[in-house]
């Protein structure tokens, strides 16, 4: 079996309740599709060189499937 590590970045301004369901959004989006969520955790907040949407930080999220 294949394993793939996905990094996504989350806007910095979002409640901890948006984020958390916004996670569980995209893990349901993996496991519909057949893949096996073996780990989904905040990785760090971090800034960035490159502005996206006015934003130069984000939250970035690690998914291990």
Do not use: Q
Not at 24 to 50: H, M, P, Q, Y
């Amino acid at each position: 079996m294949a394993k793939y590590e996905i990094l996504y970045i989350i806007r910095p301004n979002i409640e901890e309740e948006a984020k958390n369901a916004l996670v569980a959004r995209f893990d349901s989006i993996l496991t519909d599709n057949g893949a096996t969520v073996v780990e989904s955790k905040s990785w760090e907040k971090t800034s960035s060189c490159i502005r996206i949407k006015d934003f130069r930080e984000g939250l970035y999220h690690i998914v291990n499937v």
